[in-house]
C-alpha cells in the first residue's frame, strides 16, 4: 500500500555536476508527471509520461533537463550541468490513467526531493 | 497558455474566523482541483469540481466552480490552526493532458 517515493530527500550539488533524481509511482498507475516547485510556489509542470506513449516534455526548461521512465515504472529525472537557478523541489506525481483520459483524476504526489546547487 | 491567479498569496489569521481563497483566469477549464501541502511533504487532492456552479462541501471548507468555469474559490469557516498549510488551485483546460497549477495561496492560523 505505498504511495508515490522519491530519492533522495534532500541533494546538495555543486554547479555543474549532474543529477540524477528518482520516482517510484504507486503501482497500476500509467501517468506519471514531474514538476518542480521554488520555495513555497505554485508547482511548474515539467514532463509527463503515459503509458506506452511519446512522453510530453514540453515543460522541460532546457535541454540540460531530461527524464525516462523505464518498463512503465520508474522514472529518473536528469539534470546536466546543474545551476543554481535549478534549486527547487522536484516533485513526482502518478495517476490510473492520466489526464488524457479522465480530466477528474486524482494525482499522487511523492515528497519530493529538495535540491540545492551550490 | 492558460494561467490561474491565486489570491490572496499569503493570509494570516486567527482561530475561529472565516476566509476565502480565489482562483481566477480568462481561459476555460473542464475541471479544476484543490490541492493542500504542508511543509516537506507533497500537495494532496482536496476536491475536484467539474460542473459550472458546482459547490462541494468538505467539513468546513466549500468550493466553487464559476458559472462560466473559469474561477473557483475556497471558503474556510472557523478556521483551526490545522488548516495551515499551502493551498493551491490547478486546472485542466478543454483538451489538456495535464494541470495548470496557481502560484498558491499560503494560509496561516494563529492559535
Known amino acids: 500500500g505505498a504511495g508515490v517515493s522519491q530519492s533522495p530527500s534532500n541533494k546538495v550539488t555543486e554547479k555543474g555536476k549532474d543529477v540524477e533524481l528518482r520516482c517510484d509511482p504507486i503501482?497500476?498507475?500509467?501517468?506519471l508527471y514531474w514538476y518542480r516547485q521554488s520555495l513555497g510556489q505554485g508547482l511548474e509542470f515539467l514532463i509527463y509520461f503515459q503509458g506506452n506513449s511519446a512522453p510530453d516534455k514540453s515543460g522541460l526548461p532546457s535541454d540540460r533537463f531530461s527524464a525516462e521512465r523505464t518498463g512503465g515504472s520508474v522514472s529518473t529525472l536528469t539534470i546536466q550541468r546543474t545551476q543554481q537557478e535549478d534549486s527547487a523541489v522536484y516533485l513526482c506525481?502518478?495517476?490510473?490513467?492520466?489526464?488524457?483520459?479522465?480530466?477528474?483524476?486524482?494525482?499522487?504526489f511523492g515528497p519530493g526531493t529538495r535540491l540545492l546547487v551550490l | 497558455t492558460q494561467l490561474l491567479e491565486q489570491s490572496p498569496q499569503f493570509l494570516s489569521i486567527q482561530e475561529g474566523e472565516n476566509l476565502t481563497v480565489y482562483c481566477n483566469s480568462s481561459s476555460v477549464f473542464s475541471s479544476l482541483q484543490w490541492y493542500r501541502q504542508e511543509p516537506g511533504e507533497g500537495p494532496v487532492l482536496l476536491v475536484t469540481?467539474?460542473?459550472?456552479?458546482e459547490v462541494k462541501k468538505l467539513k468546513r471548507l466549500t468550493f466553487q466552480f464559476g458559472d462560466a468555469r473559469k474561477d473557483s474559490s475556497l471558503h474556510i469557516t472557523a478556521a483551526q490552526t490545522g488548516d495551515t498549510g499551502l493551498y493551491l488551485c490547478a486546472g485542466a483546460g478543454q483538451g489538456a493532458q495535464k494541470l495548470v497549477f496557481g502560484q498558491g495561496t499560503r494560509l496561516t492560523i494563529n492559535p
Open positions: 506525481a502518478s495517476s490510473f490513467l492520466g489526464f488524457r483520459f479522465s480530466h477528474q483524476e486524482t494525482q499522487y
Open positions: 503501482s497500476g498507475h500509467t501517468a
Open positions: 469540481v467539474v460542473t459550472g456552479g
